[in-house]
Each structure stands twice: as structure tokens, then as C-alpha cells.
Nanobody, 122 residues
Framework: VQLQASGGGLVQAGGSLRLSCAASGNILRINTMGWYRQAPGMERELVAA???????NVADSVKGRFTISRDNAKNTVYLQMNSLKPEDTAVYYC?????????????????WGQGTEVTVSS
């Protein structure tokens, strides 16, 4: 499974960005899709995740400002980020748990995108 993320960039505090991540490959089923972030010197943390049925889990630090959504037909997850703060500055990684068809059968695994950088200036 390949995950292609886009939408990062430089924005002033209070601004907005929308991240997108499209999954491709020999996918049978995508379960959870989500976004994680890692700031310099910090551990990677969950920002938000969404199940195939649309249930979401959003970190308290971004609740009310960030919205996660997905388009199952396009195997794509989005992260709408509003009211951005300097502390949101990080590399944002797309993640998915997906089932793929392999020669040995169906394999369920976690996959990561390459990361997209978000910088919020004060």
C-alpha cells in the first residue's frame, strides 16, 4: 500500500490548511485511516483517526480545530486544520490499517505515508 500525502506548508497562526492522503495498491479493504504528527525532539503522536464507518478519535489538543474525514470510494483521508497554532508545527504522517491480497492470502498491516511538513508562524 502506498500513501501519498499532500497539503502541508507554511501558514500564519490562526490560518487553515487541509491535508490529503490517498492510498493505492492491491487493497482489499481499508480499516482505520489517520494522521499522526511529530515535532522536533518529540515523539510521534496521534492527531486524529477515522474508521471505515466514520467513527472518529481526535486528540484533545486539536479538538474543535481539526476535522478528519474520508472518502471511501477514493481511499482518501483528509485533515482540515483551522485556527492553527505555532505548537501545531510538525511533520504530519498519514497512517492506514489495510487488508491487501498477497500470494499467501489476505494480509492486514499498518502503512505509513512519507510525511508532509506543517509550519505555523506566530
Amino acid at each position: 500500500v502506498q500513501l501519498q500525502a499532500s497539503g502541508g506548508g507554511l501558514v500564519q497562526a490562526g490560518g487553515s490548511l487541509r491535508l490529503s492522503c490517498a492510498a493505492s495498491g492491491n487493497i482489499l479493504r481499508i480499516n482505520t485511516m489517520g494522521w499522526y504528527r511529530q515535532a522536533p525532539g518529540m515523539e510521534r503522536e496521534l492527531v486524529a483517526a477515522i474508521t471505515s464507518g466514520g467513527s472518529t478519535n481526535v486528540a484533545d489538543s486539536v479538538k474543535g480545530r481539526f476535522t478528519i474525514s474520508r472518502d471511501n470510494a477514493k481511499n482518501t483521508v483528509y485533515l482540515q486544520m483551522n485556527s492553527l497554532k505555532p505548537e501545531d508545527t510538525a511533520v504530519y504522517y498519514c497512517n492506514t490499517n489495510a487488508a491487501t491480497a498477497q500470494s499467501v492470502g489476505t494480509i492486514i498491516n499498518d502503512y505509513w505515508g512519507q510525511g508532509t511538513e506543517v509550519t505555523v508562524s506566530s
